[in-house]
Structure formats: C-alpha cells, structure tokens
C-alpha cells in the first residue's frame, strides 16, 4: 500500500512539472516581443497588448489567426518573428496585459 501511494504521488508531481515546462511564458513573450517585435511594430508592448481585449485576443487565437492579426497590426513585421515556436508566448504575453485586464507591463 505504501508503495502504490508513493509511485501515485511522483507520479502526480512528475505530471504536474511537466506541464508547466511545456507551456507558453508571458515573460518569454515580453523578452520576444521587445526582440522580434517592438521596432517593426512601433509601439510598446502595453500598446500592441492592449490592441484587443482578453476575449478578443483569446477569439483570433483559437481561430488560428493569431499571425494574421500580428502582420495586419505590424506590416513590417519579418516571417521569421511571427514563427509558430514564437506564437504561444506572444498570445500568453498579449492576453495578460490586454485592455481589459488591468495589468501593464515594463515594456
């Protein structure tokens, strides 16, 4: 019985770091947007979040259209910063400080 509670319970923590390894960052979406972004964009990073709101920004990013949305507000934005690797953290970074969430980052 202690065998089978301990081998559950690694089991649980085991899933529950793995988890959030694998997740998108809004840190690493600031660190990207000010790297790949900002200058293309012309805009701080509180501008460009609060663009949309968190349901707008949550809407163009279950249609997939999350590029699409970045290269209209930043049409001299390179193919390369708007890479699928790169997506995830803009949308986790955008969706924390959109309109309507009350946050405002450093940037």
Known sequence: MNKLLKSILVSAMLLAVGSTVASADVAKGQKLYLKK??????????????????????SIKKEGKLADELKRICP?????????????????FFYEYANDSGNVPSC
Do not use: V
């Open 37 to 58: 972004l900002k200058s293309s964009c012309g805009m701080t990073g509180a501008k460009m979040a609060s663009q949309h709101s968190q349901y707008e920004w949550e």
């Open 76 to 92: 001299k934005a390179s193919s390369g910063s708007l890479d699928d690797k790169f997506l995830e953290h803009y949308y986790d």
